[in-house]
């Protein structure tokens, strides 16, 4: 069965730096989604993107983030400066075109900033 | 706005007893969708079950059951004669359609061997 792929799974960095999440969505997918979630807290939406370009945005998505498709595969999510409070999982998700179909995650990648 | 409240936080019974994950949600709209997903002790996030808001069948998987109500805003998802697999972070979520997921907190099951 087709699956989200997101690397790294654990990525470490030291505050003030950038990072780039990579994720691989179902090939046939319509739109895509970052959310993320600190540890022990419920799952919080970032960003929607659909037709190459940003949908919807949480105020979490602020600045500093930043997504793109550079090409027809990946799907990233970008922090500028990363602070200590941008620590958590971070999970892409994708979906087909059709509204009642389930959004499907990838593992996540835990973010770590020291 | 949307939310979706797990009043439940933690959730712990013997294996083989049924238990009953509570979710109650707020919308405005008139066609949603509500899911339900699983995260284990691994961290990934497993699709369960869809329901849209015109369809307010209950529905059954194996030992799994869903329990829609749209008079209450309720719904509650039963596992019948519960396994120590079981055991995870069961999240309860709204959407409207294409549109971003709302959770709730999560309700933390373990059961006890």
């Known amino acids: 069965e087709p699956e989200v792929t997101q690397t790294p799974s654990h990525q470490v960095t030291q505050m003030g730096q950038e990072v780039i999440l990579r994720c691989v969505p179902i090939?046939?997918?319509?739109?895509f989604y970052w959310y993320r979630q600190i540890l022990g807290q419920k799952v919080e939406f970032l960003v929607s993107?659909?037709?190459?370009?940003?949908?919807?945005k949480s105020e979490i998505f602020d600045d500093q983030f930043s997504v793109e498709r550079p090409d027809g595969s990946n799907f990233t999510l970008k922090i500028r400066s990363t602070k200590l409070e941008d620590s958590a999982m971070y999970f892409c998700?994708?979906?087909?075109?059709?509204?009642?179909?389930?959004?499907?995650f990838g593992d996540g990648t835990r973010l770590s900033i020291l | 706005a949307q939310k979706v409240t797990q009043a439940q936080t933690e959730i712990s019974v013997v294996e083989k007893e049924d238990v009953t994950l509570d979710c109650v949600y707020e919308?405005?709209?008139?066609?949603?969708?509500l899911f339900w997903y699983k995260q284990p002790p691994s961290g990934e996030l497993v699709f369960l079950i869809r329901?849209?808001?015109?369809?307010?069948q209950n529905e059954i998987s194996g030992r799994y059951s869903w329990n829609f109500q749209k008079s209450t805003s309720s719904f509650n998802f039963t596992i019948t004669a519960s396994q120590v697999v079981d055991s995870a972070v069961y999240f309860c979520?709204?959407?409207?359609?294409?549109?971003?997921?709302?959770f709730g907190t999560g309700t933390r099951l373990t059961i006890i061997p």
């Open positions: 998700a994708s979906k087909e075109g059709v509204s009642n179909q389930p959004q499907h």
């Open positions: 090939s046939n997918h319509l739109y």
């Open positions: 993107f659909y037709n190459n370009e940003i949908s919807e």
């Open positions: 919308t405005r709209d008139t066609t949603y969708y």
């Open positions: 329901r849209n808001s015109f369809d307010e």
């Open positions: 979520a709204l959407s409207e359609p294409n549109e971003k997921l709302t």
